[in-house]
Structures are given as structure tokens and as C-alpha cells.
């Protein structure tokens, strides 16, 4: 074993011995001396955090736990764009979600912030998206860009993977088909399946 190899773990062997924290800065700055001193407290800050957080988000399981539970709820979802901030809000919802159904799995509240305010966050969360449906409508009613998808029940060409599905089953040309009007006539959109003279014909039906 190396001398530096050595020294973590007396460290370590310190910690565990409930050695204050000056004392690990001090240990801290024999084992790494050159740079400002201020840089070790910082780490020490960030250290505290990130330990008292990941038990309120992970403990009694993976430490990275509650982002794989995320991304495996959200890759549930193909279509979902995370350009939309609908979606994001939704991210930022989906980490309070989560960490309140781990805490009444685990049976514990949190040590940085309790279930109750959690719950709070998701409640305005869920308001904050109502908002922003609310507005991408009104910018899609005035200005006939992006928001939410028609309100007939067909499909939307905004999701991918239509590929296969016929132009008639959706509503409209997606938007990076319309941006590319000298395409060849016989040209065809992978997204939605409209052929140039679909969009062409789209355009003039809604102006």
C-alpha cells in the first residue's frame, strides 16, 4: 500500500472516531496542501449536503437510486419532448414524487426537508403545468405554432415514431416538415408521413 493509500484511510479511521470537523480539514489539507484553504471548507459544505440530501432521496437503496426510478418512468414515454417545458416542469415534479413515495416506503421523513413541504411543491408544481398548458394554447390559437395537440382525438404529427401511421390518422404537418417547402414533391416526412404536397396543401387549406 502507497503512503497517500495509507493516509485516506487513517482518515477514514478518524472520521469514524467522531473526530470534529476542523480536525478533517486539518487532516484534509496535510493530505492535499497546495491550493486556497477555502476550497477544502467548500468541499466539506458540499460533502454535508449531498449526504443529508441522498438520505432523503435514496437511503436503504441505491444511492443514485431516485434518478434510474425517474428516467425509467419517464422512458415510459417516447414521445415526450423534453424541449416542451410542460415536460420539465413535470421533471421537477416527478423528483418530489419520488422522494415522498420513498419515505413512506422507507418509513422515514426526511432529514432536509420533511414529506409535508414536498407534498406542498407538488401541488405547485402541478399548478405551474396548468399554467403552462394553458399558455401554449393561447400562443397556439394566436399564432398557430406549437402547443398542444388538437383537441379531435387523432393523433399528433408533433410525436415521433408515425412513421408507419397513414397522413390521414393526424391532424397536421409537423413543424420541421413546413420549414423545408422546396423539398422534392415526392419528398415524405418520417415523423408524420405528410408528402410536400400534403404540406403544401395543409398550408392553403389553413391560411
Known sequence: MDSSNKDLLDASDAIESNVTEEAIVDILQELFPHGDSLFL?????????????????AAGGDANGNFFRVSSILGLYPGLKLSDPRVVAFVY???????VLWSFSRGFEGKVEDIDPRLFDVGVYV???????QRL???????GEWGDPPVSGRLSCAKPNLSNVPHSEVDRPCAECIEILDADPSWSC???GF??????EYLGDSE
Open 41 to 57: 471548507d467548500l468541499t466539506l459544505s458540499e460533502l454535508k449536503g449531498y449526504s443529508a440530501k441522498n438520505y432523503d432521496y
Open 93 to 99: 415534479l416527478m423528483k418530489q414524487v419520488d422522494n
Open 127 to 133: 399548478k405551474i403545468i396548468r399554467i403552462l398548458h
Open 137 to 143: 394554447k393561447e400562443k397556439e390559437n394566436q399564432s
Open 190 to 192: 418520417n415523423t408524420c
Open 195 to 200: 408528402t410536400m404536397l400534403d404540406i403544401r
